[in-house]
Structure formats: structure tokens, C-alpha cells
């Protein structure tokens, strides 16, 4: 979904956020805080947080995840340097491939743009195999079968994993906040 408002072309954009280390729940609220308060960054709404098993490298503890719906003037290159950004500020350390972290904010879907570059894949290749993205992306992704995510509905029945996802908290987004005001 695109829209513009005085003279500034907003896109849609939904991101992943997970932690596992330290405070999860605050290292997400924080994150969340920082994204609301960039002026190229307005979040409509966040998912529900939920547990989840760790994928790929699962010597480690339990994540914490929920998807956050945002709306954008910036370019998908410069959402992503704005996520990569925050994670820096927010202690995360690259050392193990999937491995613990104080938080990671993966770009999944921006407007329906295709995109492939060096540094971004769009859709996010892996969205569809991870329940702990589907789950949350449900809760704030239009799935009504004429809605832009149309596709999740199906995606979610057949994704492995749910069994490994439990609800955590209904939200971390300030009650009574809505919108963040950019």
C-alpha cells in the first residue's frame, strides 16, 4: 500500500523483531522507541510478542518476537540502514550465523516490491518458512482474502514451527499510544 501525504510518498513496510539476551522485552520496546522516533518513520501498530524456540542455531535461549507495521518516505535501502542503525545502538554483535542477540530487526516486506540486491532481498527469502514471522505478521497484516497479504493465510497452515510459539505478552507498544507521531 503506498500513500502520500503533503508531497511525501509513504510506503508500507512490515519488520521482524526478536531478541534473546538480556532484557528481551525492553531491548524490543526500545527498539520499537527509536524506530517511532526517526521523522522517516511513522509505527501504525506491533503484533502481539511472543516465545519461540531459537532456528538454525538452537544452543541458545529462547526469542522474543513480534512484527511491527510501519509506514515510510524512505527508500527499502534506507529503512535498512536505519534497522542495522538501531541494532548497533542496541548492542547487537554479529559473531554466530543465527545465533544470540540483543536484537535483530529483519526488513520483510516493503509496499509489494520485488527487490534484490547485494544487500536486500525483498520479500525476505525466508519469511515463509518461519513460523515465529508468520505468527506475528498475522496479527497486523491485512489477511482478508481481497488484502494485500492475501498470501498468509495459506503460508501460515502449512509453515512448521507453531508448535515452538507461545504468546508472551499482547504488547509491548505503549497502551492508548496508536501511531508513533512521525
Partial sequence: MTMKVADTTLHRAFIGLGSNMGDRGAYLAQALRQLGEHPGICVESCSRVYETDPVGFVE???????????????????LLDVLQETEARLGRKREIRWGPRTID??????????????????????????????????????????????????????????????????????????????
Avoid: C
Wanted: proline residues 9%; without cysteine; negative net charge.
Fill in 60 to 78: 541458545q535461549g529462547a526469542f522474543l518476537n513480534m512484527v511491527a507495521r510501519l509506514a515510510t518516505g524512505l527508500s527499502p535501502l534506507a
Fill in 105 to 182: 530487526l529483519d526488513l520483510l516486506l516493503y509496499d509489494k516490491l520485488q527487490l534484490e540486491t547485494e544487500r536486500l532481498l525483498l520479500p525476505h527469502p525466508r519469511m515463509g518458512e518461519r513460523a515465529f514471522v508468520l505468527v506475528p505478521l498475522a496479527d497486523v497484516a491485512d489477511i482478508s482474502p481481497e488484502g494485500p497479504e492475501a498470501w498468509l493465510a495459506h503460508a501460515l497452515e502449512e509453515v512448521e514451527g507453531k508448535e515452538g510459539i507461545s504468546l508472551w505478552k499482547n504488547s509491548i507498544w505503549p497502551p492508548g499510544s496508536g501511531p508513533s507521531a512521525n
